[in-house]
Every structure is written in structure tokens, then in C-alpha cells.
């Protein structure tokens, strides 16, 4: 904690040029600063996922924007990087540690439609836009007489579609469009007993390389929220044990409260035509309690697993390769 002393050499923060990547990961740099006083600059850094042109489902999704922040991150270039938590890999990578996860914003999804239009209230055959397999399976499930629409861009050129005609409504993370200040545009949101998240949604994530936090990156610490990390890695855990990915069509969420851990999750077929749930609970020793997250998340991971799930992920995965 003795490289950077207050007022000393700002500390280098690796982020996406994104409106969003760069308002989020400031977010995370002021809260450092104003709890250790550390000065905090940010180095704006282009990832692949950010200039293909491709979908995210072809690109398997997992890792396309955060894998130049790593690279930036072993090469020393940066001291550290904020990342969407659900952008991230669920296998670790070597050399690397999730130094922080700060509170978790808003984890739903939200509607986007034009003439104020609530989901129940969208006419048949409407256009609906998303880049998620895991949203539009979700969405099919419950309206499978509306039209789901792949498309990729920030969250003004995913509106800029709505406005324009080419689309009826976009579906986007709320958390999202509250950090570039877009809730106006909110149309309906999905709470959990509707849509569940992807794993991680509204969280983030500060990485640096192991050695960095045990030598002097200390101080990232102060920005770890326990109750948002026992959650996530629960949430994250039942992705990994499907071994899926953001191409999957898996979501998942846990609150936690009160020592007691409540862990939702659903795989559903893209088409909404056959799905597996499940909902567990596990009491914790304290927030602190990973391991009883881990095991929470594994256990209900191999449950759905005997009901199918992995089939459904796998038929996912198929459909997703074919040319």
C-alpha cells in the first residue's frame, strides 16, 4: 500500500473507451480515492469485442472484452482494470485476481419500447432487439408470439433503433442504462420472477495480477462489497458447472440476507419451449462464507443438470454453430 501514497503518482486503471466502461470504471476510481485517497487515472484501452462487427454469439461471447485488459494487466502497462462482472470468464486467469467487487447496482433487465409500451402490451409480431441468447430464450418463453432480433452497439445505437422505426423495443441491462444516464427511455423491467439476469449482472469487477495486490494494491480492497461477492460467486458457479458462457442461455440470481443465501437460476431453450429452474437456499456463516457460495452453486447446478439443463445449454451451443 506504499506505492502510491496519497497525492503520489495516480494509480493507472485500465478501461474500454466505452461511454459506459469509461462512467463505470470512474465510479470505481472516485469511490477508491475518496475511502483511501489515492489518485486514480484512467487509460482508455480498445478491446476486440469493441470493433468486431460480428455477434457475440459467434464470437462465443466469453472474454471479448476483457482480454486486452488482461493482456495490458500482465504486461504492466496498467495496475488494474474495472470490467462488467458478467463480461468476465468464470475459469480464473493465471496470474490474475479479483482484487474487488463493488455493491452491486440493479441486476434486471429492462424494456426499451416505443409509445411507452410495457411488455405484456406489445403488439404480436413485434421486432424486438437483443444480443442475448439467454434474454431472448426468456423472453420466448413468456411471449412467443413476439419477434427477437439479434443486434450489437452501445446502448444509444440499440435506442437510436427503436426511435427510427427498425425496431419496436431493445432489451438492455438496467444498470447499464442508468450509468449512461438512459432510464428515461425504460419502457418495463423485469423482476427475477420474470426474467432472471445473467450471472454477475449490475456487478463489477477490479482485477489486477496477484502479486500487484500482495505488494502494494492493497488499497482495492476498499471498494469490496462482501454481501454483492458471496452472491455472484454463487451465481457464477452454476454457470461454470454448465460450462456456458454470455452465449449460453443461463441466468441466474442470488441475495443474500440475514446469514441465508437465496440462489435462482434457469437454463431455457433460445426458442422458450422447454426450460429447467431451480431455487435453493443455504444458511452462511457470514458474507465472507465463499466456500458455502461455491457449494450453494454447485449443488443447484448439478440438480438442474439431472433435469436437463445441460442439454439445453449444449443444444444452445449446436444451434449457435451451425453456418
Do not use: W
Not at 500482495?214 to 454481501?227: R, T
Amino acid at each position: 500500500m506504499t506505492a502510491n501514497p496519497a497525492g503520489g503518482t495516480p494509480a493507472r486503471l485500465g478501461t474500454r473507451r466505452s461511454t459506459m466502461a469509461t462512467t463505470q470504471s470512474r465510479m470505481v476510481a472516485d469511490a477508491i480515492t475518496e475511502r483511501t485517497g489515492h489518485p486514480i487515472e484512467l487509460e482508455l484501452i480498445t478491446s476486440f469485442g469493441d470493433v468486431t462487427k460480428a455477434h457475440l454469439t459467434q464470437l462465443g461471447g466469453t472474454g471479448v472484452f476483457v482480454n486486452a485488459l488482461r493482456d495490458e494487466l500482465v504486461a504492466g502497462t496498467i495496475d488494474f482494470a474495472v470490467h462488467s462482472l458478467k463480461d468476465l470468464p468464470t475459469v480464473p486467469a493465471d496470474g490474475l485476481v479479483l482484487a474487488a467487487i463493488p455493491e452491486r447496482d440493479d441486476p434486471r433487465d429492462a424494456l426499451c419500447a416505443r409509445d411507452g409500451l410495457t411488455f405484456e402490451r406489445l403488439p404480436a409480431g413485434a421486432r424486438i432487439g437483443t444480443g442475448s441468447p439467454r434474454r431472448v430464450a426468456q423472453l420466448a418463453a413468456l411471449r412467443p408470439d413476439l419477434v427477437y432480433v439479434p443486434i450489437r452497439g452501445n446502448a444509444e445505437t440499440r435506442l437510436g433503433k427503436v426511435t427510427s422505426g427498425e425496431l419496436d423495443a431493445v432489451v438492455l441491462a438496467y444498470a447499464g442504462l442508468g450509468r449512461v444516464g438512459r432510464r428515461d427511455a425504460v419502457t418495463d423491467v423485469f423482476d427475477a420472477d420474470r426474467m432472471l439476469p445473467a450471472p454477475g449482472q449490475g456487478a463489477l469487477a477490479v482485477e489486477c495480477t496477484a502479486k500487484r495486490r500482495e505488494d502494494d494494491l492493497g488499497y482495492l480492497a476498499s471498494v469490496d462489497h462482501a454481501p454483492t461477492r458471496v452472491a455472484v460467486v454463487a451465481e457464477r458457479t452454476v454457470l461454470s458447472v454448465l460450462e456456458g458462457g454470455c452465449a449460453a442461455p443461463v441466468g441466474a440470481f442470488a441475495e443474500y440476507a440475514d446469514g441465508r443465501l437465496r440462489l435462482r437460476a434457469a437454463v431455457v431453450a433460445t426458442d422458450g419451449t422447454a426450460a429447467v429452474r431451480g431455487d435453493r437456499t443455504a444458511d452462511l456463516a457470514s458474507a465472507h462464507d465463499l466456500d458455502a457460495a461455491v457449494a450453494l452453486g454447485r449443488d443447484l447446478a448439478r440438480e438442474m443438470i439431472g433435469e436437463g439443463a445441460d442439454r439445453i445449454v449444449a443444444a444452445a451451443f449446436a444451434e449457435r454453430d451451425t453456418p
